[in-house]
């Protein structure tokens, strides 16, 4: 039941965009994003829920396709502090509170 | 500061040995989970708390593991008889919790603490 992430890596200069994909066998009731960077916890960066609207952050926004079942990441105009591993954890319907992650996808910004 | 935090930061351990770690919620956050992190991976999902109640054990959670929120407040999770498969970064999240019924809550992660067994 892990959600499959792609691509596992992305190699950026500053002021490029970025897409991140989630996706999942199983029907999902949310998709939650983090971010994570090297020896430190991952930190929220939005929830997108069924039936609810594209979500954004700043200059980061992402979209939950529910037939499809996937999640997507947009990262614009991105900034050195993008860098770090970003983690998706999905919600299946009928299922617990508990969202399971995929592997992450390691975002690395050049100047 | 008021986020979530944990202790100890790092655990060194011989193999064997008994381990406790700490984890202390955001105030007033009705659930608190375990995750279980090693390279390149995400966070495994491993124990669930609502207020004091343990509702929910991931299979990986062997019978040498075990968690306790004894007053809904902070947590702690007990290994024994670590093996060296034991080592990774143990994390605690904590989250509101819903009103009632069903509600996907944010998780506040911790700092996590990085267990080595040798």
């Known amino acids: 039941q892990q959600p499959v992430q792609s691509p596992q890596a992305v190699i950026l200069r500053e002021g490029e965009d970025a897409v991140i994909n989630c996706s999942s066998s199983k029907a999902l009731y949310s998709v939650h994003w983090y971010r994570q960077k090297h020896g430190e916890a991952p930190v929220f960066l939005m929830i997108?829920?069924?039936?609810?609207e594209q979500m954004r952050h700043e200059k980061i926004s992402a979209s939950f396709n529910e037939k499809k079942q996937q999640s997507s990441l947009y990262l614009t105009a991105s900034q050195l502090s993008y860098s770090g591993t970003y983690f998706c954890?999905?919600?299946?319907?009928?299922?617990?509170?508990?969202?399971?992650f995929g592997r992450g996808t390691s975002l690395i910004v050049h100047p | 500061d008021t986020g979530v935090s944990q202790d100890p930061r790092h655990k060194i351990t011989k193999r064997g040995q008994n381990v406790t770690f700490r984890c202390d919620p955001i105030s007033e956050h009705n659930r608190l989970y375990w995750y279980r992190q090693t390279l390149g991976q995400g966070p495994e999902f491993l124990t669930y708390f609502q207020n004091e109640a343990q509702l929910e054990k991931s299979r990986l959670l062997s019978d040498r593991f075990s968690a306790e929120r004894p007053k809904g407040s902070f947590s702690t999770l007990e290994i024994q008889r670590t093996e060296q498969g034991d080592s990774a970064m143990y994390l605690c999240?904590?989250?509101?919790?819903?009103?009632?019924?069903?509600?996907?809550?944010?998780?506040?992660f911790g700092p996590g603490t990085r267990l080595t067994v040798l």
């Open positions: 997108l829920l069924k039936g609810g």
């Open positions: 954890g999905t919600e299946i319907s009928g299922g617990s509170y508990i969202p399971t």
């Open positions: 999240a904590s989250s509101p919790g819903g009103l009632g019924g069903r509600s996907a809550d944010t998780q506040y």
